[in-house]
Every structure is written in structure tokens, then in C-alpha cells.
């Protein structure tokens, strides 16, 4: 019994061994974490946290870069950086400002986009877009480990299944005030091909819902902003543009009022902070979008352009009042 | 509490230790305490019917051995009237009465439905066919009544097997309970390694095919064609990898603590026939009911009609006994037709082989066998998995949707195919989730392969010890690394 106990042991311990060494590679492979670590030795003035909206482009862009590349390219007094997935929202950002400032990275602006689609359950409650390792690997490296090595076993952890799938086919989908189903009857519709009805019910699907002061991303928003101030850091919010027309076509009045609304309320959420928020939701005309046939906020060359230099505007401004 | 639980990754080794430290005479006793804490971590409530079902077979054989002529049967029927009476209140009561209130409505008979709102005690139908063995084995005079009635309680409730299985036979295991186990180095890592092996074969294949699976079968009016088929494959082996991974997992667990279980599983989709799956198939299921209904019955030793009819008979009880819903009746039913087919054509089937000369080519011939097995045993696999009938027909409506024309363009243009045509295959999943389960399979369809000439377990003690410790690394390394976040077993509902 006593051999058997011994070499267990021994077993057990270079499993542990080789686990540990196999987690820290996963930890590595974490790309936007290594660019963080790499901005802060380097200092980096500007920290540019993106989504969908910043990288993806038109088919007939003759430029392709994305806004954080031409962000770069403008603002040559600053060096910049950016934190980019394209799923990524405000509570991984405030996971992301979490660890700039634990780990004593205070760059001098932090821009973050608000995308008025990740407050829809298509986005927020989309369980392949809730980054939790990501999240727990930000809160703390060795936290992440040890519900890693579990994870296969625990049926029951929240922390990597914050939203299982059924719980997200069940989440109702309101227009307004008004229940209208559940995701399930909306994710059918989703690209599987093109149709009229298809394009109304993804836009009623992405956009219509009325937005709530403490919805769970409007309040990770607030909390970044805190940070953010707390720690001498220029937080840049900007509500990334819609394509409105094609949204009025379908819901005529009924989706600017919509959209108007839900801005105001990120805003009066924001501005309890003393906080401005940059307003490009209803900038842009359909032509200044990258896809014809699906309601998104990615947009061609002029568009990001537009954007562009909007942001670089704000930042310069700032500058100034300095 | 599930195998793959950190529950039993706490509750094992602890009564593991403990067994072998307590004294001899006191270990059923613990054993016992073990697996009542083992099953009442589901509902405990349940735990006072499973003794009361436990008492009733445990005094009927004690009558039965004490009685003689009709009073012996009249026990004997007591018992399993008592037995099946459960069964059927929690089981099928509320399918026979909906499909009741059907017939009824037909005759235009009012009659409301009453449904019984109650939750399946979990492992049901495999206990009570454990304590059914007992009392017709001792009715037959095979088995002596086990006088301590503890010790019957630990046949039925022994932890390992309790919940899925393998369902065992009183002459293999009650003995068992009376021999002194001592901590035997190489049994007790062999049982771990086959535990191991069940915890992959589980959270690295079963779990993680799972997702692909349950993504069509869930949504069946989303999907049609080369997804069907890729769908009901993976089902294949994620219903094998599932239920051989958890009688892995009881048999290895048994096995630490010197206890021997029956072999499940024997590499079921290297089967040439029909009749040879089930003889690799769930097989403590399949001589349960070869031992308890097709023999007696009259096995085949009866006139080809009624030979016909108790192999039919068998498959369709045991469909019955999966599940309270028609498509485990007709999956049940649809594989005793098969075997009835197999039966009546054996001969003419070997005429065609002798023609078209595929005898001289054994290897070639086993294997047409084992695909056109697998085939037909992975179409019946569409009943058992559909969510409903109706879903099951618009599976196999649909099953050949679109794949020509798929095939023709794989085989003309197959990059281009491959870019057009990959979410048909990927069923919602990521490219690196499917390179990893097809690997998986790859990976233990290779093993069965080993397993056909030794038992890979023996094959690798002969390594090099780094190799052999690599290996189990390796695997472990796998497990906790890629596998998928714990599902419940699928027999766990039966």
C-alpha cells in the first residue's frame, strides 16, 4: 500500500506539474492580455478597446484599416494601442481597466466604444460572449488555474458558464415595453438567408429593446468611468454609429425614438459621473455601412474615416482645455 | 452524484481508504452506508422506496425458498408484480394513460387525463431488474436466498453500479461481499486506469459530441441533409463513449476494491452483424433479457414464426424498458426486425457472398459487415435520440436532402466545396471542437483496434516506464484540459 501511495504521489504531482506548465501556456496564448502587458513596459499613451465595429470593412474598401489603425496613424503625438475582439463589451473593458490599474498601468487615454447592439440579449446574453476565462484570467491568474483543472468536473460553475444555452434560448426579447418572444425564436432568423421579415425581426431582435438604467453593461460602464477618473485616466466613451435608415425603413419613427432614448439613458448614466459621451449613434446614413443585407454597425472606409476623426477631434480638444 | 462530479472525486478515494482500513466483517456495512449516501445525494426521499422495494424481493425469496408447487410461483409473481407495479407508476403510468385518453377520444369516451407528477428515481429500471434477477434465480433454484438482508440491500444498492449498471446477476456479485478483499497493488491500478479511461471516453468524447448533437436534434427544422447524417453519427459515439464510459468508470471503481463486475461493452461498433452488436452492446441488458424473457419464452427453439416472435418480443420490451415514449418503442421494435431480417436471410446472404466471391477476401468482406452494422444500428440510433416521433421522421425525410449534389462537388471541386459547405458539417460548433472529436473517435476507435489482439492495459504495462507514466499523464492532461463541461449520463434518465 505504501508503494502504491508513493508513486500516487508522485503521479499526482507531476500532473500537477505538467497542468501548471499547460495552464501557462493557455494564460500566454491569451493575445489581448500579452499586448496589454506589452503596451504597459512600453508605456503606450492610448489604449483603444474595440469590437466588430473597429476591424471589419466592406468587400469594396480600397482602405482596410481599421479605426484603431487609423487612430494610430493620426494622433502622432500619442503611441497607441488597441484591445480588440469582436465580441468584446464593457464588462470585459472593466476587467481589462481592473488589471491596468492593479497592476499600476496608468496610460493617459482609454477609449472605449459603446455599442448599442451589446446591450441587446443577442449580445449580452449570448453565452459564447461573455469571456469569463478571459475575465477570470484579469481578476486572477492563479483563480483561473485552479477552476480550469475543475472545470471538466463542475457541472455547477457559474464562473465559466454565466449563462448556459438554454438560459439564453429562454431570455425574452421585448420590443419596448413590450414582450415579443424568446431569443430561441429570434436566433432562427439570424443569417440564414435574406429576407424582409428577416431583416425586421434582427432589427427588432438587436435594437428595439428599451434600455434600462441598471442594465448589468450600462452599470460596468459607470464603474470603468470611476476607475478610470480615480486613477487620472482620460476615459473617451463614444456610442459607435447605426445604421438609422435602414432601422426607420422597417420601424418608421418608432426606431429613432427607440434609439434616442436608449442613448439618453447611457448618457444620464455617464453624466452622473460628470461624464460626456460621444454621440455617433445617428451620424451616418446607410451608405456609410459595410453590409446591405444585415442590420450591424460595421462600416466601409468613409465610415470609419468618419469616425476617425470625430474621436481624434475629442482627443485633440482635450488636449487643448489642458 | 455524478462520476464526473468533483463529489465523486472527493467521495471515492475516502471510501476507498476507508474500506480497506476498516475491518473485514464491518466493510459490507460500510459499503452499504456508502452507497446510501451515493444515492441520496439525488433525492433522498427515494432512498425509503428503494428499501421498501429492497424488503418486499428480499421476503419473497425467502418464501419462495420455503414454499413448494403453485405457492413457490404465486411468490415469485408477488414479487415481480410489486417490482414491475413500481416500475410502472413512475415510469410508464403517465405514457399509457395519454396514449389511453388517445384510444379514448377515438371512441369518442370522455376521459380526462390525470398525469402523476413525479420524478423518475434515479437508476429505476437498472435496480429493479437487478433484484429481479435475484428472486427468479432463486426461484429456479440457482441461487440461495441471501438470509442477510443488509447484504441483499448492498446487491441492489452496491454504489458502482446502482445508477446505470452493468446490471448484475446474484451468482456474481453476493458472494463477493463475503470475501475478504485485500489492497492488491496491480488490481487496484488497473481499476484506476479503467476509470480513467471511462472519464475520457465521457467528458473528452461524450460530452463534447454532445454540443454537436444536441444542436440539430434540437432544432431539427433548422438542419437537413450531410448535418443529419454527421448529427446521428456522432450520436453513435456519443451514446457508446457515454454509457461504456460510465460501466467503465463503475467496473474500475469495483475493481479497486477487489470487486469484479461484468464486461458492458466488447468494441460494439466492430460488429459484423446485428446479432453480434448485441452481443457487445449493453450486454448485462442484453442477457437480462436473453436469460429472463427470450428463453423463457422459447428461445429458438421453437417453429420460425414463434422463434420470430420472441426475438421481436425481447427487442420491444427492451425498447419499452429504456424509455416511457414511442421512439424507444420503435427503436426497440425496428432492431428486432433487423435481427428477425438477419435470421431469414443468413443463407441467401451467404449465396450472394460465395457468388460475387467476397469470401476470398475475408478482411474486405468484415468489413462491408461492420459498415452496413453500423449503418443500420446508427439509423435506429435516430429514434432513440429524436426528441419526438414526428422529429424522428423529419430526420429521416430529410436525411439524404442535398447530399449528391454536396458529394458531387467534394469530389469535383473540394476546396470549394469545403469553404461553401463547412457549417454543414461544424453544426454550429467551431472548426477546433470538430478536428478534436473527430480525433477523439480516431483516437478510441485505434484503442478497440489494440484491444482486438491484447488488452491495451496489458500492452502498455510492457512499455518503458516513462512511456507508460507519459501515457497516463497524457491522459489525464487530456481530460481535465479538453474535456467538456459535465453533462449528466444519458442512461442516468432510464
Known amino acids: 500500500m505504501k508503494k502504491f501511495f508513493t508513486k500516487l504521489a508522485i503521479f499526482l504531482l507531476i500532473t500537477l506539474v505538467f497542468q501548471i506548465l499547460f495552464l501557462i501556456i493557455h494564460i500566454r496564448s491569451f493575445h489581448q492580455l500579452t499586448v496589454l502587458e506589452k503596451a504597459q513596459k512600453e508605456k503606450v499613451d492610448i489604449v483603444y478597446f474595440g469590437d466588430s465595429s473597429d476591424t471589419n470593412y466592406s468587400n469594396e474598401d480600397l482602405d482596410k484599416r481599421s479605426i484603431s489603425q487609423m487612430l494610430k496613424e493620426t494622433l502622432t503625438n500619442y503611441s497607441m494601442v488597441s484591445i480588440s475582439h469582436p465580441a468584446y463589451e464593457a464588462d470585459i473593458f472593466l476587467e481589462f481597466c481592473k488589471y491596468m490599474v492593479k497592476q499600476k498601468y496608468y496610460p493617459k487615454v482609454v477609449i472605449i466604444p459603446i455599442n448599442m447592439r451589446s446591450f441587446s440579449p443577442s449580445w449580452d446574453r449570448n453565452p459564447g460572449w461573455q469571456f469569463e476565462k478571459e475575465k477570470t484570467i484579469l481578476e486572477n491568474k492563479l483563480l483561473f488555474m485552479f477552476f480550469k483543472m475543475i472545470e471538466a468536473f463542475d457541472k455547477n460553475n457559474k464562473r465559466f458558464n454565466e449563462i448556459t444555452q438554454s438560459e439564453f434560448e429562454n431570455t425574452e426579447v421585448f420590443s419596448g415595453e413590450k414582450a415579443v418572444g424568446i431569443v430561441k425564436d429570434f436566433e432562427k432568423h439570424e443569417f440564414r438567408h435574406y429576407s424582409e421579415e428577416n431583416m425586421k425581426n434582427s432589427i427588432l431582435y438587436f435594437y428595439m429593446f428599451s434600455l434600462k438604467n441598471d442594465h448589468r453593461k450600462l452599470k460596468s460602464l459607470a464603474e470603468m468611468a470611476k476607475i478610470l477618473l480615480e486613477n487620472n485616466i482620460r476615459p473617451v466613451f463614444y456610442i459607435t454609429p447605426i445604421d438609422y435608415e435602414t432601422g426607420e425603413r422597417y420601424f418608421p419613427g418608432e426606431f429613432s425614438e427607440r434609439l434616442k432614448n436608449n442613448v439618453e439613458t447611457i448618457k444620464s448614466v455617464l453624466e452622473e459621473n460628470n461624464f460626456g459621451v460621444l454621440d455617433l449613434s445617428m451620424d451616418l446614413k446607410t451608405n456609410f455601412f459595410a453590409w446591405e443585407r444585415y442590420p450591424n454597425e460595421h462600416l466601409n472606409e468613409k465610415g470609419r474615416k468618419y469616425v476617425t476623426e470625430r474621436i481624434e477631434e475629442m482627443i485633440k480638444s482635450d488636449e487643448k482645455k489642458k | ?494
Open chain 2, 1 to 494: 452524484m455524478l462520476f464526473n462530479s468533483i463529489d465523486f472525486l472527493i467521495f471515492f478515494p475516502i471510501v476507498t481508504i476507508l474500506y480497506f482500513a476498516i475491518p473485514h466483517k464491518y466493510r459490507w456495512f460500510f459499503l452499504l452506508v456508502a452507497s446510501c449516501i451515493f444515492y441520496m445525494a439525488f433525492i433522498p426521499i427515494y432512498i425509503l422506496f428503494l428499501f421498501a422495494l429492497i424488503l418486499i424481493d428480499y421476503s419473497a425469496a425467502i418464501f419462495i425458498e420455503k414454499s413448494e408447487g403453485s405457492k413457490r410461483k404465486l411468490y415469485l409473481i408477488i414479487s415481480i408484480f410489486s417490482t414491475c407495479l413500481a416500475l410502472f407508476i413512475f415510469k410508464y403510468f403517465n405514457f399509457f394513460n395519454v396514449n389511453f385518453a388517445v384510444v379514448a377520444r377515438f371512441f369518442h369516451w370522455n376521459y380526462p387525463i390525470h398525469l402523476l407528477k413525479l420524478i423518475l428515481p434515479i437508476g429505476l429500471s437498472f435496480h429493479t431488474f437487478q433484484s429481479l434477477s435475484y428472486v427468479i434465480e432463486v426461484y429456479r433454484k440457482r441461487q440461495k436466498t441471501e438470509r442477510n438482508i443488509g447484504i441483499y440491500a448492498l446487491y441492489v444498492m452496491f454504489y458502482p453500479q446502482l445508477v446505470s449498471g452493468p446490471i448484475e446477476r446474484p451468482y456474481n456479485l453476493i458472494h463477493q461481499f463475503y470475501e475478504k478483499h485485500y489492497f492488491d497493488y496491480k488490481r487496484v491500478t488497473d481499476g484506476l486506469k479503467l476509470m480513467v479511461w471511462g472519464m475520457f471516453k465521457k467528458v473528452v468524447i461524450a460530452d463534447r459530441l454532445a454540443f454537436f448533437v444536441n444542436q440539430v436534434y434540437n432544432n431539427t427544422g433548422d438542419y437537413s441533409g450531410i448535418s443529419f447524417i454527421v448529427a446521428t453519427v456522432f450520436f453513435a459515439y456519443q451514446i457508446y463513449c457515454d454509457f461504456s464510459g460510465y460501466s467503465d468508470i463503475a467496473i474500475g471503481s469495483a475493481q479497486v476494491m477487489g470487486f469484479t463486475l461484468m464486461n458492458n461493452f466488447t468494441r460494439p461498433y466492430f460488429a459484423k452483424s446485428i446479432a453480434d452488436f448485441w452481443r457487445r452492446w449493453h450486454i448485462s441488458l442484453s442477457t437480462w433479457f436473453r436469460d429472463y424473457v427470450y428463453i423463457p419464452l422459447g428461445g429458438n427453439r421453437v417453429s420460425p414464426p414463434r422463434h420470430y416472435f420472441n426475438l421481436f418480443i425481447s427487442f420491444l420490451t427492451s425498447g419499452l424498458w429504456h424509455g416511457a415514449n414511442w421512439t424507444f418503442l420503435i427503436w426497440g421494435a425496428l432492431n428486432g426486425l433487423y435481427i428477425i431480417l438477419e435470421t431469414m436471410t443468413a443463407k441467401i446472404r451467404e449465396k450472394i457472398i460465395c457468388l460475387i466471391r467476397l469470401n476470398k477476401a475475408p478482411t474486405l468482406h468484415k468489413l462491408i459487415q461492420a459498415l452496413i452494422t453500423f449503418s443500420l444500428i446508427s439509423f435506429s440510433w435516430i429514434f432513440f435520440r429524436a426528441n419526438s416521433i414526428k422529429d424522428a421522421f423529419y430526420v429521416i425525410a430529410h436525411l439524404f436532402t442535398g447530399v449528391p449534389g454536396l458529394l458531387f462537388n467534394l469530389i469535383s471541386h473540394p476546396l470549394a466545396a469545403v469553404s461553401e459547405y463547412h457549417n454543414l458539417f461544424l453544426l454550429g460548433q467551431s472548426y477546433r471542437e470538430f478536428i478534436i472529436a473527430i480525433l477523439a473517435i480516431l483516437f478510441l476507435e485505434s484503442v478497440h483496434l489494440l484491444q482486438r489482439k491484447d488488452s491495451v492495459r496489458a500492452t502498455i504495462s510492457k512499455c518503458p516506464l516513462l512511456l507508460r507514466w507519459a501515457l497516463y499523464i497524457g491522459i489525464v492532461l487530456i481530460i481535465l484540459n479538453f474535456g467538456k463541461v459535465s453533462q449528466p449520463f444519458i442512461y442516468f434518465q432510464f
